[in-house]
């Protein structure tokens, strides 16, 4: 089924002309679970990887043998997922449960020492065919992405991530199996298997970095620090936020739901007109938690925008006009709004690629 991201609440371009030049496409992947095969851009499915290619591991030293079982982590996906089937309301059954409370993280693997190396865990793969921003070294056409699910690499104390570019039309032989790690640091490193069904849309860079007029001209629009005042009058000791104010306690039930009718159909830059939420290639980088960051090539100096963004969810509570007009029925559910199941650094995890040699070493960088 095709995803269909609706049109933005008002044209942010009509509103703010500046922002053309503030303008930028991504691809929305919106995986959601599936069984994908060897041919397809997936998350977590099997890749289309040469048979007589070494399958890359880590040979970091860290503790390798201790954290939760790959298969206790699908396990346990697998027995939420047939309790929601059998009935969205009810949760696991009495067996279930005890098979839950069994599935504990713990030193798994102590035949594996922290020196030996261990598979790395295929987390996606993505061929230029299916997305339209994924841009690579010339003549390839597939990049694979891989990581260590255990959160101890670098300064940022993460997965380690490795990608690997090629041309799908020079993989003769594919491997059979697929070699992984028994041991991982966290269930949230582990994502679910997906199958892909992009969309390009257009983003607006976020608003830190848009020029000081163009960010005037935004908080004006949103109401600024005059609405943010009156919102603070509305809701003093006399507004709907003090219960004495009204004669029955179904009034004041009243008034607050039309408080928050009236927040949640509010519009912003941030959350309805800049960046688009969930997994995606290509795009913005969001920097709502930190600073903005400068992000380099380390080889060539050259900027380098996000490649892939990792997130924890398809949408939030600040994102909901972002949700696909097929999935609107289905809402909330969280086998949709959160389907790969990958919760990484605060949520967001961005890999970055040089534009002038993709090749270049990729950083990464966390929301």
Same mark, same amino acid.
């Not at 582990?190 to 607006?204: D, I």
């Not at 997994?279 to 380390?298: Q, Y």
């Not at 925008?305 to 999935?327: F, N, Q």
């Given at each position: 089924?095709?995803?269909?991201?609706?049109?933005?609440?008002?044209?942010?371009?009509?509103?703010?002309?500046?922002?053309?030049?503030?303008?930028?496409?991504?691809?929305?992947?919106?995986?959601?679970?599936?069984?994908?095969?060897?041919?397809?851009?997936?998350?977590?499915?099997?890749?289309?990887?040469?048979?007589?290619?070494?399958?890359?591991?880590?040979?970091?030293?860290?503790?390798?043998?201790?954290?939760?079982?790959?298969?206790?982590?699908?396990?346990?996906?697998?027995?939420?997922?047939?309790?929601?089937?059998?009935?969205?309301?009810?949760?696991?059954?009495?067996?279930?449960?005890?098979?839950?409370?069994?599935?504990?993280?713990?030193?798994?693997?102590?035949?594996?020492?922290?020196?030996?190396?261990?598979?790395?865990?295929?987390?996606?793969?993505?061929?230029?065919?299916?997305?339209?921003?994924?841009?690579?070294?010339?003549?390839?056409?597939?990049?694979?992405?891989?990581?260590?699910?255990?959160?101890?690499?670098?300064?940022?104390?993460?997965?380690?991530?490795?990608?690997? &570019?090629?041309?799908?039309?020079?993989?003769?032989?594919?491997?059979?199996?697929?070699?992984?790690?028994?041991?991982?640091?966290?269930?949230?490193?582990?994502?679910?298997?997906?199958?892909?069904?992009?969309?390009?849309?257009?983003?607006?860079?976020?608003?830190?970095?848009?020029?000081?007029?163009?960010?005037?001209?935004?908080?004006?629009?949103?109401?600024?620090?005059?609405?943010?005042?009156?919102?603070?009058?509305?809701?003093?000791?006399?507004?709907?936020?003090?219960?004495?104010?009204?004669?029955?306690?179904?009034?004041?039930?009243?008034?607050?739901?039309?408080?928050?009718?009236?927040?949640?159909?509010?519009?912003?830059?941030?959350?309805?007109?800049?960046?688009?939420?969930?997994?995606?290639?290509?795009?913005?980088?969001? &920097?709502?938690?930190?600073?903005?960051?400068?992000?380099?090539?380390?080889?060539?100096?050259?900027?380098?925008?996000?490649?892939?963004?990792?997130?924890?969810?398809? &949408?939030?509570?600040?994102?909901?006009?972002?949700?696909?007009?097929?999935?609107?029925?289905?809402?909330?559910?969280?086998?949709?709004?959160?389907?790969?199941?990958?919760?990484?650094?605060?949520?967001?995890?961005?890999?970055?690629?040089?534009?002038?040699?993709?090749?270049?070493?990729?950083?990464?960088?966390?929301?």
């Amino acid at each position: 089924m095709t995803r269909t991201t609706p049109p933005r609440p008002v044209d942010a371009e009509v509103l703010f002309p500046a922002l053309a030049g503030h303008r930028r496409t991504s691809t929305r992947l919106h995986p959601r679970h599936g069984s994908p095969e060897v041919e397809d851009s997936s998350v977590a499915g099997p890749f289309l990887w040469p048979a007589d290619e070494p399958w890359p591991v880590c040979t970091a030293v860290h503790r390798k043998g201790r954290g939760h079982r790959l298969s206790d982590v699908r396990l346990q996906r697998r027995l939420l997922d047939e309790a929601w089937r059998r009935d969205p309301g009810s949760g696991p059954g009495d067996a279930e449960r005890t098979v839950l409370d069994a599935l504990r993280p713990g030193p798994h693997a102590p035949h594996i020492a922290d020196t030996d190396p261990i598979p790395l865990l295929a987390v996606a793969q993505l061929f230029t065919r299916d997305v339209p921003d994924l841009v690579g070294p010339d003549g390839c056409d597939l990049l694979q992405v891989l990581w260590c699910p255990f959160e101890v690499h670098g300064p940022d104390r993460t997965v380690d991530v490795v990608l690997k &570019w090629r041309r799908s039309q020079d993989v003769g032989e594919v491997l059979a199996v697929i070699p992984e790690p028994v041991v991982v640091g966290r269930a949230e490193c582990v994502p679910n298997p997906c199958g892909l069904h992009p969309e390009q849309v257009v983003e607006h860079e976020y608003e830190g970095l848009l020029d000081e007029d163009l960010q005037e001209a935004i908080d004006t629009w949103e109401g600024g620090d005059e609405d943010e005042e009156e919102d603070d009058d509305a809701f003093d000791s006399s507004g709907p936020s003090d219960p004495s104010g009204f004669d029955t306690y179904e009034e004041y039930a009243a008034a607050m739901a039309a408080a928050r009718a009236d927040e949640e159909d509010e519009v912003t830059y941030r959350g309805d007109l800049s960046i688009a939420p969930g997994w995606k290639v290509g795009g913005f980088a969001s &920097w709502h938690l930190t600073d903005p960051a400068d992000i380099t090539c380390g080889a060539c100096g050259t900027p380098m925008p996000p490649l892939l963004t990792v997130a924890g969810g398809e &949408w939030d509570g600040a994102s909901e006009s972002w949700i696909p007009l097929e999935d609107r029925p289905a809402v909330p559910d969280d086998r949709i709004s959160d389907p790969v199941g990958v919760h990484l650094g605060r949520g967001l995890m961005r890999i970055h690629t040089c534009p002038a040699a993709p090749a270049h070493p990729h950083r990464l960088s966390f929301q």
